[in-house]
């Protein structure tokens, strides 16, 4: 059974970082694509960021946001740098069963319980 368990999330001003971790488990983490995505009130879940061999961003946190992974601790971090007000929302991270996935959240098959991200202005 596959558990992802995000931590890390908060209240911070306006310019200020976050560093959200997912720790994965219940199965070989190395070989498959892992995901961050967001939600705020009344809006879609949207992609953020995805890594496999690659990485991806959504356009709005691109040059902001950074993902990376250590496989050696199964767990996939999202750094968070010049937040934005509009970034608040409940953030989860998604693991994929193939080895490449990007910002279609079909291609998701495992999901954590959300971490809350608030910016204050």
């Known amino acids: 059974q596959v558990q992802l368990v995000e931590s890390g999330g908060g209240l911070v001003q306006a310019g200020g970082s976050l560093r959200l971790s997912c720790a994965a488990s219940?199965?070989?983490?190395?070989?498959?694509?892992m995901g961050w995505f967001r939600q705020a009130p009344g809006k879609e879940r949207e992609f953020v960021a995805a890594i496999s061999w690659n990485t991806w961003y959504a356009d709005s946190v691109k040059g902001r946001f950074t993902i990376s992974r250590d496989n050696a601790k199964n767990t996939v971090y999202l750094q968070m740098n010049s937040l934005k007000p509009e970034d608040t929302a409940v953030y989860y991270c998604a693991e994929a069963s193939t080895v490449v996935a990007g910002p279609d959240p079909t291609e998701y098959d495992y999901w954590g319980q959300g971490t809350q991200v608030t910016v204050s202005s």
């Open positions: 219940g199965r070989t983490f190395s070989r498959f694509a």
